[in-house]
């Protein structure tokens, strides 16, 4: 049998392994909790009802406007929801499309 597969008496740990350990895992969780903390959003950074960051404007408006004192035929309307469809999927990112009944 090879000395490294022998089993001696020692523990497996011993105290002092214990107390390193410990303050080991503790320090990375404090320093974890700090990051977690330092990196969270700001109030300036929230968004409102609108989906907007608090304090801050639109980085791009989409307006769609619509004649409609003609009534719609039927393939209109179903034109007219794909295209919004479309629209809704192209606004940028932090851009507004806002829709009115």
Request: hydrophobic share 40%; charged share 20%; net charge positive.
């Amino acid at each position: 049998m090879h000395s490294y597969l022998i089993a001696h008496n020692s523990p497996r740990w011993t105290k002092q392994d214990r107390t390193h350990f410990g303050l080991a895992t503790a320090g990375i969780a404090l320093a974890g909790a700090f990051f977690v903390y330092a990196l969270r959003p700001t109030a300036a950074q929230r968004f409102d009802e609108a989906g907007c960051r608090c304090g801050s404007q639109p980085r791009s408006r989409t307006v769609i406007l619509v004649d409609n004192t003609d009534p719609f035929s039927p393939q209109q309307i179903a034109a007219f929801r794909d295209y919004l469809t479309k629209a809704r999927s192209e606004v940028p990112q932090w851009g507004m499309l806002r829709q009115r009944k």
